[in-house]
């Protein structure tokens, strides 16, 4: 994920696991240096996996620049290469 | 662990864990401390036969490695296994078996016979499964606490093939009085489809009307959620559709917006530790 820094890319994490101390261990252990949240965090009225449907773990999302959803699957490596292309594209339509 | 199986063994231990909360009447019953017996014995077994695993399985590892050391040559691990074999599950059906019999057609044995359900999956029984599933389409079908039950016929596909199961589903549909068991029933035989059928077949469409129907029927929130989260899946959170907002608080406390993020790539990573 290093190699994404300063970059148009954003890794959002949804934990679903029901206690926020886990999970907040797990983050430290594991040094996720990136944005989490729990499933249903607080003030949201259902679960994010409910509004999103998700009913498999894990699961990745890809947004584009408009947040339009051009990847839902359970392949992180798909999910990683779309991300990369997408960043590669988006930058270089800056460039012109 | 494959994910799918790895779902289906989630999905079984929370109903394994839910069939314990329905609420007591007048305390908790014979019945009910019976069934929470047999269910905490079978957690215990399995948790010791877990443990037995993975020690057989580091101690072949360890000699593994010192075999490597010695420039032995080394064979191949074995696979870790998954599940234990079809024997370490007769006792706790025998169990079971015995105390459904001693409750007779009382609502009572119902705990067991869902139990029965359980086992027959878990050590792929046939029998053990179709029994279960006869008294609770017949003896028991009166009962309003069979929506879990359902739930159980639409794991059977694999285990009794797919026309075996729906004739239990559609029996629960046809004969059960109370609406939400109904609406479990006529859900679970649909999922399937509106799960995978391609969203511009006739299997899909006929899925997703039956669905929508069930849903109506009832005032079960969580059969109403449920149908609204298939169809969403299938029809709105698709590639190519404009994503939800996420509004929220993050691990840190800090508020956040999903959109804050429009104009940047981002992947969302659904994931659990388990």
């Known amino acids: 994920m290093k190699e994404m820094k300063n970059r148009p890319f954003a890794l959002i994490g949804v934990n679903s696991d029901g206690d926020l101390d886990k999970i907040r261990a797990i983050v430290k252990k594991k040094n996720l240096n990136w944005r989490s949240f729990q499933n249903k965090p607080k003030g949201a009225k259902n679960p994010i996996s409910q509004d999103w449907a998700v009913r498999g773990w894990p699961t990745m999302v890809v947004l584009d620049e408009d947040m339009r959803i051009v990847y839902r699957g359970h392949n992180g490596n798909q999910a990683i290469s779309k991300v990369k292309m997408l960043v590669k594209k988006l930058e270089s339509s800056k460039d012109l | 662990m494959h994910s799918r199986t790895r779902l289906l063994l989630g999905v079984l231990a929370i109903l394994m864990a839910t069939s314990s909360w329905l ?72 169990k079971a078996r015995k105390l459904a019999k001693s409750y007779g057609t009382s609502d009572d044995a119902i705990g067991f016979q ?37 739930n159980l016929f639409m794991y059977a596909t694999r285990l009794v093939g797919k026309d075996v199961a729906n004739g239990y589903l559609r029996a629960l549909e046809t004969n059960s009085p109370h609406s939400q068991v109904r609406a479990t ?33 009832t005032d079960d929130t969580d059969i109403k959620t449920r149908v609204k989260g298939l169809i969403d899946g299938r029809e709105n959170l698709v590639t190519g559709k404009v994503a939800p907002d996420i509004i929220g608080v993050d691990l840190d406390g800090t508020s956040f917006k999903l959109s804050d993020y429009k104009g940047k790539i981002v992947l969302l990573d659904f994931w659990g530790d388990w």
């Open chain 2, 185 to 217: 029933a006529i859900l679970a035989r649909v999922t399937e489809s509106l799960e995978n059928a391609g969203t511009d077949t006739m299997a899909y469409k006929a899925a997703k009307e039956e669905a929508l129907r069930a849903a109506a029927m």
């Open chain 2, 114 to 150: 869902k139990f029965l359900l359980m086992m027959g999956l878990r050590s792929r029984n046939k029998d053990v499964f179709n029994n279960a599933a006869k008294a609770i389409t017949t003896t028991h079908i009166a009962s309003d606490k069979l929506g879990e039950s359902a």
């Open chain 2, 23 to 94: 609420p007591a009447q007048e305390g908790p019953s014979k019945a009910k401390s019976q069934l929470k017996e047999l269910e905490e014995g079978m957690d215990a077994a399995y948790a010791k036969w877990r443990k037995e695993q993975k020690e057989k399985m580091a101690k072949l590892r360890a000699e593994q490695e010192k075999a490597k050391k010695d420039g032995q040559e080394v064979p191949p691990m074995p696979p870790m296994r998954m599940a234990p074999k079809e024997d370490f599950y007769l006792p706790h059906i025998e």
